[in-house]
């Protein structure tokens, strides 16, 4: 009798077995079958607020009603966590944003179909920021947008430390003697985001960089990173910067907005987060520091991917080429103020927006995200040790930077 | 041959329980069936969604999957246990994140399975008493924060332990400068041995800090929960507690008061009844909110993800959400799926230990309990 139990048990459970293996048999399937005519697309997009979301479906409802599609678009909670779900479920979105952070990791993997050569204009766009989104030489997708770090400063503050307009720092020595000097008004001089996304600008400024060029080579361990961390740390143990949370703050833009601190390092879409919640903040945009080695900042940017695994690739071509086309650009522009990655709108831009003069000059030297898979740990445990560099040593933690980002590149 | 002769009578009682067995369940062969077909559906549902799913992620384990397509195709490569050897074994980032999990959530679950325990305990003995007034209000604002969405309350608890929160508002009264919670990556334990002298934060003894053990220096993993991790803990000692008061109080309420009178009358004090009656009548209550606590803190990940992703300096993060990150945002599914095997195993062993520390050493006297029970 017992046996008979026995058997029936593993009999339901091979079924069973049976069963769910081949219903997933099914959603697994590689080579995506291609259909024509009107498509149903699936669009994911990380916005940066209401005002974004709102616009991409104004600009895909008007892309559907044109060409007879259909587009959804949703804005995701966490697009890097959803995109990686939605990958591993084999059900992808078929057009998802791509921050230039995360492209390597998805380009490598085989998610993104690549499309670059299929648009006939993209040499318009930055070269710097095709090379962002260039991996095994093809340009795997258009970007759509893009920001890069400048120097904020508040103009009140900077009055009340009896500094004028020329005290505006151009370089490292003036930067530290202007903290100093608003140090001793009581003014806290310099509040930064605690990442490499801002602190690694003083890296590039000294000519050092997280990895060489192409993203093959580790190059943590620099004698330019390391004047650069020295430098940094300086500021830091010194009291002339601090992270925004050691003032209770979640970014430097809240920070800076609350009038806690007089110079902050951000990127553009700081406009928009004053505007909004701090209208009063009276203050100037100009470009970064030099360093030693010349004038440096980092640009982030985001493109259109089209998954690998979509049905509709023509259709969903042919809405980036929608979404990136200039006029479509300029309207993007206006709705929620970032910079148009089309170089031959430059002029038009810095028209509209004269003030964003800075932020556009970052684009001639603005170095990317670093561009190698598998290195999102290696990066955040570079930013645990820049989260306490007070208590580090910069050369020691340059070194198990260096170290972790070969062992990711090789394997 | 020396064994033969000896086996038959040690073999021969085997068949009485058998027989006993079957007479006490007394189920005839369609009855059988039928209670296979009744139970099938859910058997179903658990193998589909639960074993099965179980399986595919321990195969996700042994490959380098790469979170494209399915695992289960012949070009996904199999690595056998490198994900897992990755994880002890070889020198490099990824055992040193894991290693910095398991030493966090190890101080996490030392911490708060004591506390929430006593917590719990304490209230539900608070709102037991009978002289108690308005003994409903205080049951529902006990557990109401366990019925409440542990996102929201974190969120709260952000603004708690801000800065100039009301933490450090209540602090400063007492003319303490509270440091600042979600910033401070600091070991409570290397700042109580800084603070009495014994070491420097800043300068640790060479001693600890140059011999390692799985990739982290003794001095690491010496550190006691950060201050980030300090504020964590009293979130969920403090959201937890009220779910095992309920469970605490459901098995005082059990307790015959026959028993209180009888302790009172040969003269016992409250604290004897308490020491000597009641507690041991709670100990299949403190074994089973003691195991759920332990599988509880082990899986920690709501908090993590909604206060800190890990920072400051990694100091909360836990072997839960490091699976997470791996597999979904590094896209390295065969490590996260390890880690997850490891979170279970550890599970498993803790909830065996808790098991054994705690079982019936004493016979006579638990035999007495029962009977008095049943009473």
Same mark, same amino acid.
């Not at chain 2, 399986?55 to 999957?65: K, P, R, Y």
């Not at chain 2, 009888?262 to 507690?279: E, F, M």
């Given at each position: 009798m017992r046996t008979s139990h026995r058997v029936m048990a593993a009999a339901f459970l091979a079924t069973a077995m049976v069963a769910s293996a081949s219903a997933c048999g099914r959603g697994f399937n590689d080579t995506p079958e291609q259909q024509s005519g009107p498509a149903e697309l699936e669009v994911l997009i990380g916005s940066s607020g209401q005002a974004e979301t709102d616009a991409v479906q104004q600009a895909a409802a008007a892309w559907a009603e044109a060409t007879g599609n259909k587009a959804t678009v949703v804005p995701a909670q966490d697009l890097a966590q959803q995109l990686g779900q939605a990958f591993a479920g084999s059900n992808p979105p078929d057009v998802f944003y791509v921050d230039a952070g995360r492209f390597a990791d998805y380009a490598s993997a085989g998610a993104l179909l690549p499309y670059g050569d299929e648009i006939e204009d993209a040499d318009d766009f930055y070269a710097s920021l095709r090379e962002a989104f260039t991996w095994d030489g093809q340009l795997y997708c258009i970007p759509k947008d893009f920001s890069t770090i400048a120097m904020q400063i508040n103009t009140d503050l900077w009055a009340q430390a009896g500094l004028t307009e020329d005290d505006v720092p151009t370089t490292w020595e003036e930067l530290r003697s202007v903290a100093e000097r608003l140090k001793a008004a009581n003014i806290t001089p310099i509040v930064i985001g605690d990442t490499r996304d801002r602190i690694g600008a003083f890296m590039v400024q000294a000519g050092g960089w997280i990895v060489n060029e192409d993203g093959t080579e580790a190059t943590g361990d620099s004698p330019e990173n390391l004047q650069a961390l020295e430098y940094f740390k300086g500021l830091i143990t010194d009291g002339l910067a601090v992270y925004p949370r050691d003032i209770d703050t979640g970014w430097g833009g809240e920070a800076f907005g609350k009038q806690l601190a007089a110079i902050t390092f951000e990127g553009n879409w700081i406009k928009g987060a004053l505007q909004n919640d701090f209208p009063d903040v009276k203050y100037t945009v100009h470009e970064m520091p030099a360093g030693p080695k010349?004038?440096?900042?980092?640009?982030?940017?985001?493109?259109w991917g089209i998954s690998a695994k979509t049905q509709y690739r023509e259709q969903a071509i042919d809405f980036v080429r929608h979404m990136v086309s200039a006029e479509q650009q300029i309207k993007f522009t206006e709705a929620f103020g970032v910079m148009p990655s089309r170089s031959s709108l430059r002029d038009e831009y810095l028209a509209q927006f004269p003030d964003d003069e800075a932020f556009i000059a970052g684009a001639a030297y603005a170095q990317g995200p670093v561009k190698a898979p598998k290195m999102d740990s290696v990066l955040s445990d570079f930013d645990s040790g820049l989260q306490q560099i007070a208590t580090t040593d910069p050369k020691a933690l340059l070194e198990s930077l260096h170290d972790n980002t070969e062992a990711a590149l090789a394997g | 041959m020396v064994l033969t002769p000896e086996a038959p009578p040690q073999r021969a009682p085997v068949p009485t329980p058998t027989r006993r067995r079957r007479r006490r369940s007394g189920l005839l062969r369609p009855e059988r069936?039928?209670?296979?077909?009744?139970?099938?559906?859910?058997?179903?549902?658990?193998?589909?969604?639960?074993?099965?799913?179980?399986?595919?992620?321990?195969? %996700?384990?042994?490959?380098?999957? #790469?979170?494209?397509?399915?695992?289960?195709?012949?070009d996904v490569p199999v690595t056998g246990i490198k994900n897992y050897s990755r994880l002890f074994l070889e020198d490099g980032l990824t055992r040193q994140d894991f290693m910095t999990s398991i030493r966090n959530n190890l101080y996490y679950v030392l911490a708060v399975v004591p506390l929430q325990t006593a917590l719990a305990l304490a209230l539900a003995l608070a709102v037991n008493q009978r002289l108690l007034k308005a003994k409903s209000f205080f049951r529902t604002a006990f557990y109401f924060p366990s019925i409440t969405s542990s996102v929201a309350i974190s969120v709260v608890f952000l603004f708690l332990f801000a800065n100039s929160g009301a933490v450090n508002g209540v602090l400063a009264w007492f003319g303490i400068d509270g440091p600042n919670w979600f910033s401070d990556p600091r070991g409570v334990l290397h700042i109580i041995l800084n603070? %009495?002298?014994?070491?420097?934060? #800043?300068?640790?003894?060479?001693?600890?800090?140059?011999?390692?053990l799985f990739g982290l220096s003794w001095w690491q993993w010496l550190s006691g929960p950060s201050v980030a991790l300090c504020s964590i803990i009293c979130l969920v000692v403090w959201t937890t507690s009220g779910t095992f008061m309920l469970m605490f109080l459901a098995a005082l309420q059990n307790i015959p008061v026959q028993l209180e009178e009888?302790?009172?009358?040969?003269?016992?004090?409250?604290?004897?009844?308490?020491?000597?009656?009641?507690?041991p009548m709670l100990k299949p209550t403190l074994f089973l909110v003691i195991?759920?606590?332990?599988?509880?803190?082990?899986?920690?990940?709501?908090?993590v993800y909604v206060m800190s992703k890990g920072n400051p300096a990694k100091t909360t993060l836990t072997p839960a959400y490091l699976s997470f990150r791996t597999a979904f945002l590094d896209l390295e599914f065969g490590i996260g799926a390890a880690i997850a095997f490891i979170l279970f195993a550890i599970i498993i062993v803790m909830t065996l230990f808790q098991r054994w520390v705690m079982r019936d050493r004493d016979v006579p006297r638990s035999r007495w309990f029962r009977r008095a029970r049943s009473v």
């Open positions: 010349g004038k440096g900042t980092l640009s982030f940017t985001v493109c | 069936t039928a209670g296979w077909l009744f139970v099938a559906p859910v058997i179903v549902l658990l193998t589909v969604f639960l074993l099965v799913p179980i399986l595919m992620a321990l195969w %996700v384990s042994f490959t380098s999957w #790469n979170g494209q397509g399915s695992p289960f195709r012949a603070a %009495v002298g014994l070491v420097d934060i #800043n300068n640790p003894p060479a001693v600890l800090a140059d011999n390692e009888a302790s009172l009358i040969d003269g016992a004090t409250r604290w004897q009844y308490l020491r000597k009656v009641v507690l195991t759920l606590g332990l599988i509880g803190t082990w899986q920690v990940f709501d908090q």
